[in-house]
Antibody, heavy 122, light 107 residues
Framework: QVQLVESGGGVVQPGRSLRLSCAAS????????MNWVRQAPGKGLEWVAF????????QYAESAKGRFTISRDNSKYTLFLEMSSLRNEDTAVYYC???????????????WGQGTLVTVSS | DIQMTQSPSSLSTSVGDRVTITCRAS??????LNWYQQRPGKAPELLIS???SLQSGVPSRFSGSGSGTDFTLTISSLQPEDFATYYC?????????FGQGTKLDIK
């Protein structure tokens, strides 16, 4: 079955960097686009970034542009999110989500990891 | 960017109740509307895609309808495991956006 396991979260000071990973298994990773979605404590869901199956297309939410970089290693079945210049408002649980795109639905987040908590605080 | 607005934000309900949650888009999104369920402390799960297509394993008491800008999620008879927060999400265009969520709790 599809499994996504995030790691790399923790407490980090404002202005510092952090790299999140998402290990995928149970499906052909290189055949799927992937996304990062975050959820601030007690708040709703916010899409953060998208990467196509072959890394040819990357898209970011305005809040992430210029500070976050999404990447992947298909040989290692792993998705990454490199976050820099972190702000207090980046505090959230970060989920990786598989993109189950088909023409009828376009992007749907059809499988999610359990999330990793990033806390930005001095 | 497309804004998604759900109503109500919260709802006190009882087992067996019929519940309808509304999601409105700031512009037409055709049928590119998806619904997710999130139980406390858990990751969201996809319930319905493309307005009305139930994902495998989702009980038939869940249904979705709508088109253009107005959509609904209906639960015909609430079960104890349905007390959760529900989010709509538009997949019409990037940046993908979610509604603010509707929390169902026990009356």
């Amino acid at each position: 079955q599809v499994q996504l396991v995030e790691s790399g979260g923790g407490v980090v000071q404002p202005g510092r960097s952090l790299r999140l990973s998402c290990a995928a298994s149970g499906f052909s990773f290189s055949g799927y686009a992937m996304n990062w979605v975050r959820q601030a404590p007690g708040k709703g869901l916010e899409w953060v970034a998208f990467i196509s199956h072959d890394e040819s297309n990357k898209q970011y939410a305005e809040s992430a542009k210029g500070r976050f970089t999404i990447s992947r290693d298909n040989s290692k079945y792993t998705l990454f999110l490199e976050m820099s210049s972190l702000r207090n408002e980046d505090t959230a649980v970060y989920y990786c989500a598989r993109d189950g795109w088909v023409e009828a639905t376009r992007t749907i987040f059809d499988s999610w990891g359990q999330g990793t908590l990033v806390t930005v605080s001095s | 960017d497309i804004q998604m607005t759900q109503s109500p934000s919260s709802l006190s309900t009882s087992v067996g109740d019929r519940v309808t949650i509304t999601c409105r888009a700031s512009q037409s999104i055709s049928s590119y509307l998806n619904w997710y369920q999130q139980r406390p402390g858990k990751a969201p799960e996809l319930l319905i895609s493309a307005t009305s297509s139930l994902q495998s394993g989702v009980p038939s008491r869940f249904s979705g309808s709508g088109s253009g800008t107005d959509f609904t999620l209906t639960i015909s008879s609430l079960q104890p495991e349905d007390f959760a927060t529900y989010y709509c999400q538009q997949s019409y265009s990037m940046p993908y956006s979610f509604g603010q969520g509707t929390k169902l709790d026990i009356k």
